[in-house]
């Protein structure tokens, strides 16, 4: 079954430093998607990404994030300039064109600022 | 703005047996849906089933089931036959539409911790 893919799984960096999260989304898939997830809080929403651009983003993704799709296939955020309270785990989800379709999920990568 | 509630920070059942994971949903929209996803320890995010506002029935998949009340707006999503692979962080999202498209985010829950004991 396809599946969406993330890199790395651990990412440790220090604070200031720029850094980029790697995804690979399922191949059909329309939407993309970044969540993040401070530990033991809930999932949040950051952005969506449609038709090669942010369609809605939420009010954490300020201008320190931004989104690519350089290549049809991989989907990346990049944090440019790194906090501590950007430690968390991030997810990259993708979906399909239907509205009942849900959104599935990569494994996450584990975002950990020193 | 849409909410989810999850009241049952943790549960715990015995294996073999049945359980109830609790989720409640506030929203002004006539047409919503409802997801559940699971988290291992491992961390991954797992979809395990949907419910549309306009379907009929309650949605099924294997050992998952969703006990739909619309007027109550409750979701409460059921495992039967527990195993012991099903312990995990369970999470409630409603889908929130954006852009007049056919776009969503997903609001989650705060989750429920399911161990389930030999």
């Not at chain 1, 009942?100 to 600022?113: A, E, K, Y």
């Not at chain 2, 049952?8 to 359980?19: D, R, S, T, W, Y």
Request: proline share 4%; aromatic share 12%.
């Amino acid at each position: 079954e396809p599946e969406v893919t993330q890199t790395p799984s651990h990412q440790v960096t220090q604070m200031g430093q720029e850094v980029i999260l790697r995804c690979v989304p399922i191949s059909n898939h329309l939407y993309f998607y970044w969540y993040r997830q401070i530990l033991g809080q809930k999932v949040e929403f950051l952005v969506s990404f449609y038709n090669n651009e942010i369609s809605e983003k939420s009010e954490i993704f300020d201008d320190q994030f931004s989104v690519e799709r350089p290549d049809g296939s991989n989907f990346t955020l990049k944090i440019r300039s790194t906090k501590l309270e950007d430690s968390a785990m991030y997810f990259c989800a993708s979906r399909a064109g239907q509205l009942n379709q849900p959104q599935h999920f990569g494994d996450g990568t584990r975002l950990s600022i020193l | 703005a849409q909410k989810i509630t999850q009241t049952q920070p943790g549960m715990f059942v015995q294996e073999k047996e049945a359980v109830t994971l609790d989720c409640t949903y506030d929203t002004s929209d006539p047409s919503y849906g409802l997801f559940w996803y699971k988290q291992p320890s491992s961390g991954e995010m797992i979809f395990l089933i949907y419910q549309g506002s306009y379907d009929q029935q309650n949605a099924t998949e294997g050992r998952y089931s969703l006990n739909f009340q619309k007027a109550r707006k409750s979701a409460n999503l059921v495992i039967s036959a527990s195993q012991l692979g099903d312990s995990a962080m369970y999470f409630c999202a409603m889908r929130e539409m954006m852009g007049g498209g056919s776009n969503y985010k997903l609001t989650f829950g705060k989750g429920t911790l399911l161990t389930v004991n030999p």
